[in-house]
């Protein structure tokens, strides 16, 4: 991985092999980002992503292995109990044009990843909402 920083805006390369989220907490750690969105794209070899049925307050995780072309990864960065937290959802397209995503979990590159980081100024810590069964913003 390599990435510059240009006043509030990152801009990053994630390489082949690596696997995404550790990136991101890299990144978000040694530039002390507290809050912040993410935009990428690229591709990824194998992904795992899950869905959140709130009448169980579980996550279902599906996990995918070959060829995808990342259609979108959008998320935040933030903090929980002033520690580092991110929230990323994904969705990748497959050589038929099947697309699949949801809360990224696991991913690893298998080309590329091109994120851009936007810095916010400012701190918004999550919760553990025990009526919804999520980390929720707290303000």
């Not at 995404?20 to 070899?45: C, Y």
């Not at 307050?57 to 995918?64: G, L, Q, R, V």
């Not at 696991?106 to 100024?121: F, G, K, L, P, W």
């Given at each position: ?133 999520l980390n929720l913003f707290k303000?």
């Open positions: 991985m390599e990435y510059r920083k240009f006043g509030s805006t990152i801009v990053a390369r994630i390489d082949k092999g690596e696997e995404i989220l550790d990136k991101v907490k890299e990144i978000a750690l040694k530039e002390n980002i507290k809050l912040a969105n993410i935009n990428a794209l690229g591709a990824v070899s194998e992904f795992t992503v899950g869905v959140f049925k709130t009448d169980e307050k579980k996550y279902y995780s599906n996990e995918f292995k070959g060829y995808f072309e990342i259609v979108s990864l959008t998320g935040t960065i933030n903090t929980m109990n002033d520690e580092f937290y991110t929230h990323l959802h994904m969705s990748a397209g497959d050589d038929t044009g099947k697309v699949f995503g949801g809360h990224l979990n696991r991913a690893i590159v298998s080309a590329t990843c091109e994120m851009v980081i936007n810095i916010i100024d400012g701190r918004v810590d999550r919760y553990f909402d025990e009526e919804i069964g303000f």
